[in-house]
C-alpha cells in the first residue's frame, strides 16, 4: 500500500506542477495582489470566463486560479484559514483530482465529485492513522485498507465509512 500511496503523490504532483501555469490568458481586471473581499472586484469575478485570475472572499477565503462564467472551474488553489486546497474544479465544487490538507493536520490526497472524495483516494489523519482506498460521497466505500498509528491493518470491503468484510 506505500506504494500506492507514493504513486498517488507523485502523480499529483507532477499533475499540479504541469499546470501551476495555466495555459488561459489572465482575467480583465485582474489584481493578483489582491488582499480583501470588495463588491467592485466580486462584481469583475462574476463576469471572468475562460480566464485566470486571483479573487478573495468575505471571510478572507483566497482562490487563485481558472475561471469560467465567474465560477472556480479547472485548475486552481484555495486558501483559507489554515486550509489548503490545489486541485481541478468545476462549476464551483472541487471535481477531479486534488489535495486538501486541514488546518488540523489531516491531509487528503485523490479523487473528488462535488465537493466530495469519490473514487481513489488517501486520507492521513494528523495522529498518523491512514485510509487508502475508495470512497464515494464523502465516505470509505469499496475495496480500501486502513492502518492506524501503531500499526494495526484493517482491509477490506468498506461501506459507509465502516469495514464489512
Request: hydrophobic residues 30%; contains cysteine; glycine residues 14%.
Amino acid at each position: 500500500m506505500k506504494k500506492v500511496s507514493l504513486y498517488v503523490f507523485l502523480v499529483l504532483m507532477i499533475y499540479d506542477m504541469a499546470l501551476s501555469q495555466s495555459s488561459l490568458p489572465e482575467c480583465e481586471g485582474n489584481d493578483k495582489n489582491i488582499s480583501s473581499f470588495s463588491l467592485k472586484h466580486f462584481s469583475k469575478v462574476r463576469k471572468w470566463t475562460n480566464c485566470h485570475g486571483t479573487t478573495v472572499g468575505p471571510k478572507g477565503e483566497k482562490y487563485v486560479g481558472e475561471f469560467y462564467k465567474g465560477n472556480f472551474n479547472g485548475h486552481g488553489t484555495f486558501a483559507h484559514a489554515g486550509r489548503k486546497y490545489v486541485g481541478q474544479y468545476k462549476s464551483h465544487k472541487k471535481h477531479g483530482q486534488g489535495t486538501y490538507k486541514y488546518a488540523n493536520g489531516d491531509g487528503y490526497i485523490g479523487e473528488w465529485k462535488k465537493a466530495k472524495y469519490d473514487g481513489q483516494g488517501t486520507y492521513t489523519y494528523a495522529n498518523g492513522d491512514k485510509y487508502v482506498g475508495a470512497w464515494k460521497k464523502g465516505v470509505r466505500h469499496g475495496k480500501g485498507i486502513f492502518i492506524d498509528a501503531n500499526g494495526k491493518v484493517e482491509e477490506g470491503i468498506w461501506k459507509n465509512n465502516k469495514l464489512v468484510k
